[in-house]
């Protein structure tokens, strides 16, 4: 069975995102894909999808979206606050890491995350069209999500109708992103910086400023000088998103998910994989600390982060929602969550 | 098909995070180095293809640049190390340019409008405009790699005569298909985008279409030379080619479509 949503408002700058593009980039296409993928899975698991399944990526502010076919599930995952508007014109709060079934009429309306970025999961996932093996909206190029640009009002969006026979919600703790310092493996031209440089570079804190979209995000703090200025300038050679460069000003900028495939800058570190995501929820203002790990430790964190990730999916809770009460559901179902719920 | 060398430096290993290498083989751009690069490109390819090393099906993106090759991988599907030294080992024994491009003759038409900066550069360079474009359409250009955007070419081997800074305050817009040059490096922009190189020309047909196959046009390592083509010639190839729905083939000198 088929949903079918329809974008009442546009909201600011949101995009389809799924897990991103890969084998294109020898092309210069980039990588895209969501910012924060650990959230997007949460928002997934949390309606029962694929972790990679194409959600809505919330950074300014969110849209407001009506339910023309369904039942729908959605799930929200990420600091943004959102509400739903009843068919029948009741108001209510739609909170995050919990699902709720929208019914067809029902209006979603999702604010303004709080700094970082949020995600909304629609049950089957958002079913635009592949492009170049991925739904992931990349701007730049007018490729993929709808028309390969942010949502607009009347945009329709497909997805899968869910039955409410024995409806059930799912919920779940916010997720928590690790904390302490970014780590990076140094390099690929940690070399062009003196070794007092790269001092100052893990020694300092670095403030996140407002520059910042899909394609990277600036930091200030002490001047990275180059070795010599001419160092300041590479012959442009592969980037990834992660990779910190530092242009001649000396303030660096991290790259990320929409960032092009090769850049003339010299590369001092690169954020690990693991870390990533957590950029994604930075905010102006915050301060930032690297420090420098090898790649059996890099590789070592996303198992681990893996492995944490698939116990929070463990964890999920089924529950059934206040005003759909049934009896004696809810005395199994309570049997049942009061064992698995891993929430503290 | 490899020519003798005079011996050149080892190939570094560089660690672009956790999840990409680059293997350098130099530090500029040079004919000899690119060579090198699409050499291992080549070798990388083929290895992927045959499909019978294990580590390498972790890797998911190969970009050859002027002067490196960037391989990105997964890193939960093989031990980064040990791929980083089997990819260090194909670089040492890769050779030169083992893979050789497609040769292509495009249309360019360098005429009124779409030559808007075609005069200055005649100025600057002391040549009159039909000398820029008989040097222009007389020249091999070599695909060193694609980037800055989808499809973009940077292309090496403009003569030395034509070399011209970029402008000093960039233009907000570029249209899609201008032939630009800057430095020693010859482009053309896919989209339209802000840009500061000097715009002689306009190509009629697409160089990216996400539903073509393969959506970029050309590749590193292809060979392209300039057809000139007057204004109503170019008005027609742009109405039948411009959604990016033609035979690429039938602007092929040498060499096969994908």
């Known amino acids: 069975m088929s949903g079918l949503l329809e974008v009442a408002a546009a909201g600011l700058a949101n995009t389809v995102q799924d897990r991103g593009r890969r084998g294109y ?17 949460c928002a997934n698991a949390l309606v029962g999808n694929q972790s990679g399944a ?89 490729i993929g999500g709808v028309h390969g640009r942010a949502l607009a009002v009347g ?28 780590r990076v493996i140094p390099g690929p031209q940690a070399d062009a910086f003196e070794s007092a440089v790269l001092c100052t570079f893990f020694e300092n804190d670095w403030a996140v400023t407002p520059e910042m979209d899909r394609m990277g995000m600036r930091l200030a703090g002490p001047a990275l000088v180059h070795r010599s200025p001419e160092a300041a300038d590479i012959v442009s050679d592969g980037v990834t998103p992660g990779c910190i460069q530092v242009p001649g000003n000396g303030q660096p900028i991290v790259l990320l998910a929409d960032c092009q495939t ?35 430790t890099a590789r070592a964190a996303l198992i681990e982060q893996n492995r944490a990730h698939s116990l929070w999916v463990g964890g999920i809770e089924v529950y059934r929602p206040p005003g759909r009460v049934d009896e004696s559901a809810l005395y199994s179902e309570n049997l049942i969550s009061g064992m698995i719920d891993a929430r503290v | 098909m490899s020519p003798k060398i005079e011996p050149v430096s080892q190939p570094r290993l560089l660690a672009v995070g956790d999840s990409a290498w680059t293997i350098e083989f130099g530090d500029r751009i040079d004919p000899l180095i690119n060579a090198r690069v699409m050499g291992l490109t080549g070798s990388l390819v083929t290895a992927r293809e045959t499909g019978d090393e294990p580590l390498l099906s972790a890797v998911v993106d190969v970009v050859p640049t002027f002067r490196s090759v960037t391989v990105h991988f997964d890193p939960l599907v093989a031990d980064p190390d040990q791929l980083g030294q089997r990819l260090l080992s194909l670089a040492q024994t890769s050779g030169l340019a083992a ?19 075609l005069d200055r550069v005649a100025g ?53 298909r201008a032939l630009a040059i800057a430095g020693e490096m ?14 002689i020309g306009r190509l009629p047909l697409p160089l990216f279409a996400a539903r073509a196959e393969p959506p970029a046009l050309l590749a590193a390592g292809d060979v392209v030379e300039w057809q000139v083509i007057d204004h109503a010639t170019y008005q027609e190839l742009e109405q039948a080619l411009g959604k990016g729905d033609f035979d690429a083939s039938r602007f092929l000198v040498s060499g096969e479509t994908s």
């Not at chain 2, 985008?193 to 715009?199: A, D, K, M, T, V």
């Open chain 2, 99 to 117: 893979r050789h491009g497609r040769h292509w003759r495009l249309p360019v038409c360098f005429e009124g409008d779409l030559a808007p900066d």
């Open chain 1, 155 to 182: 945009d329709r969006l497909d997805c899968r109708a869910v039955s409410t026979e024995g409806q059930r919600e799912r919920r779940q703790s916010a997720w928590a992103h690790a904390i302490g310092p970014i």
């Open chain 2, 186 to 199: 010859c482009a053309v922009y896919p989209w339209e985008s802000p840009g500061g190189w000097n715009l």
């Open chain 1, 54 to 142: 194409a959600c809505i990526e919330i950074r300014y502010h969110g849209p407001e979206l009506r339910v023309m076919r369904g039942p729908v599930q959605v799930a929200l995952a990420g600091p943004v606050g959102a509400s739903v508007i009843r068919s029948r014109g009741a108001e209510q709060t739609l909170s995050a890491w919990t699902t709720t079934t929208l019914d067809v009429g029902d209006l979603v309306r999702i604010g303004a995350p709080a700094g970082g970025t949020a995600y909304l999961a629609v049950s089957g996932g958002v079913d635009t069209p592949l492009e170049l093996g991925s739904r992931a909206t990349y701007l730049r190029a007018s």
């Open chain 1, 262 to 296: 090769v850049g003339g800058y010299p590369k001092i570190a690169t954020v690990i994989t693991a870390d990533l995501p957590r950029l994604a929820q930075c905010q102006p203002g915050e301060r930032l600390r690297f420090v420098a790990v090898d790649t059996a």
């Open chain 2, 124 to 176: 600057a360079c002391g040549l009159g405009r039909d000398e820029v474009v008989a040097l222009m359409s007389s020249t091999a250009f070599r695909v060193y790699m694609i980037g800055f955007m989808p499809g973009f070419p940077y292309m090496g081997g403009l003569p030395a005569v034509l070399n011209v800074p970029r402008l000093a305050s960039p233009r907000k817009r570029v249209p899609a």
């Open chain 1, 25 to 41: 980039r020898h092309m210069g296409v980039a990588l895209s894909g969501s910012l924060d993928p650990l959230m997007a899975a």
